[in-house]
């Protein structure tokens, strides 16, 4: 595994255990080359998915992606690193269990949505913003108002 701080691929395993929900497991990495330590999480992939963007074009699925947007999303916000690690894989495995290789990509912002509004009301507003592309102030309010509704 590559070092993230220097780039030096011979990293060393310090402590391996299985995540909560047992999908993962969790590697405690150490890097001789700078002293660097990190985390790598390592699962099982079912298929290799397609995500077909609006426009048409296809690439491949990159469970990375929906973690960075979630994190820019959740930044500055109180939320368990487990608890966004959970949500994530869980999008990951409703989207391998569909039975599809090709996914339209708004289903996948669908779910992300989905899976924010659970963990943190303000992080499902941040990304509702960019994923519904908001032009005017007052589709914030509209998007509160209808969380508010929800809450009903």
Same mark, same amino acid.
């Given at each position: 595994? /590559?070092? &993230? @701080?220097?780039?030096?691929?011979?990293? !060393?395993?310090?402590?391996?255990? &299985? *995540?909560?929900?047992? *999908?993962?497991?969790?590697? /405690? %990495?150490?890097? &001789?080359?700078?002293?660097?330590? @990190? *985390?790598?999480?390592?699962?099982?992939?079912? /298929? $290799?998915? *397609?995500?077909?963007?609006?426009?048409?074009?296809? #690439? &491949?699925?990159?469970? $990375?992606?929906?973690?960075?947007?979630? !994190? #820019?999303?959740?930044?500055?916000?109180?939320? +368990? !690193?487990? %608890?966004?690690?959970?949500?994530?894989?869980? #999008?990951? /495995?409703?989207?391998?269990?569909?039975?599809?290789?090709? =996914?339209?990509?708004?289903?996948?912002?669908?779910?992300?949505?989905?899976?924010?509004?659970?963990?943190?009301?303000?992080?499902? =507003?941040? @990304?509702?913003?960019?994923?519904?592309?908001?032009?005017?102030?007052?589709? @914030?309010?509209? =998007?509160?108002?209808?969380?508010? +509704?929800?809450?009903?």
């Amino acid at each position: 595994m /590559r070092c &993230p @701080f220097c780039a030096n691929t011979d990293t !060393q395993v310090k402590d391996s255990r &299985p *995540t909560d929900e047992h *999908t993962a497991i969790r590697r /405690r %990495r150490f890097c &001789p080359e700078c002293g660097g330590r @990190f *985390t790598t999480f390592e699962r099982v992939q079912l /298929r $290799e998915l *397609t995500v077909v963007k609006k426009n048409g074009r296809r #690439i &491949p699925f990159k469970r $990375e992606k929906i973690m960075a947007s979630v !994190q #820019i999303a959740l930044r500055k916000r109180d939320v +368990d !690193q487990e %608890r966004i690690e959970r949500m994530v894989s869980g #999008i990951s /495995r409703r989207l391998e269990s569909m039975g599809e290789n090709e =996914i339209p990509s708004d289903t996948i912002g669908k779910m992300v949505m989905e899976g924010l509004k659970a963990l943190d009301e303000v992080a499902y =507003i941040r @990304f509702a913003s960019v994923y519904k592309e908001f032009h005017e102030a007052k589709e @914030f309010g509209e =998007i509160i108002n209808k969380l508010s +509704d929800d809450e009903q």
